[in-house]
């Protein structure tokens, strides 16, 4: 069954640090896809990136970078000089898109607090 | 483009009474997906709906919860009835198709089961 662990429960920095967010997940899958979503205090869930499994290449994005390791089974996010509006809940989420269900399977989510 | 539309935002209801919320998906996309978000906790997906029919319910509790997509576009979810620990935000979501393919999120409703 497919898993996503986001070990860091809640995380806090002081504005303009770096900050790297983990998640590892299970898949038995050879075509699954990836994904992280940002959750301000308002409560919507914002899209942020989409990986699928056949494509490590890193990604950048302003101050937004994701990391993609297949051998580690890892997708992580970093945020380079943090600010305060970066604090929200952070969601990676896996999607096996198999026999066409492809409902997502969300970690618990990092806290991010960033500190002025 | 408009986004995914819920309504209602907020709901405060009795346990073992009826609940429904409503979900307009972003135009023209054929997927819908309904999740359950407890607080503290990643989203749960409860239904997929392709075009007007079912894709997974096998998380949907079916004893309480239905959920139906009659024309292909709108979908309402029903809990009858509620109990405490339905408390939570339901969460709407739209793709254009099933393969992986990004998931827009509405603004949610607010449960609150008393």
């Known amino acids: 069954a497919q898993k996503v662990t986001q070990a860091q429960t809640e995380i806090s920095v002081v504005e303009k640090e770096d900050v790297t967010l983990d998640c590892v997940y299970e898949t038995r899958d050879t075509t699954y896809y990836l994904f992280w979503y940002k959750q301000p205090p308002s409560g919507e869930l914002v899209f942020l990136i989409r990986r699928n499994s056949f494509d490590e290449q890193n990604e950048i994005s302003g101050r937004y970078s994701w990391n993609f390791q297949k051998s580690t089974s890892s997708f992580n996010f970093t945020i380079t000089a943090s600010q305060v509006v970066d604090s929200a809940v952070y969601f990676c989420a896996l999607s096996e898109a198999r026999g066409g269900a492809d409902g997502l399977t969300f970690g618990k989510g990092t806290h991010l607090i960033i500190q002025p | 483009e408009a986004g995914v539309a819920q309504s209602p935002r907020y709901k405060i209801i009795e346990k073992r009474q009826s609940v429904a919320f409503w979900c307009n998906p972003i135009?023209?996309?054929?997927?819908l997906y309904w999740y359950q978000q407890i607080l503290g906790q990643g989203p749960k997906l409860l239904i997929q709906f392709q075009n007007n029919g079912v894709v997974d319910d096998s998380q949907l509790p079916k004893d309480r919860f239905s959920a139906e997509r009659l024309k292909g576009v709108d979908s309402t979810l029903k809990i009858q009835p509620a109990k405490l620990e339905d408390s939570a935000v339901y969460l709407c979501?739209?793709?254009?198709?099933?393969?992986?393919?990004?998931?827009?999120f509405g603004p949610g409703t607010r449960l609150l089961v008393l």
């Open positions: 979501a739209s793709s254009r198709t099933r393969l992986g393919e990004t998931q827009y």
């Open positions: 135009s023209g996309h054929a997927t």
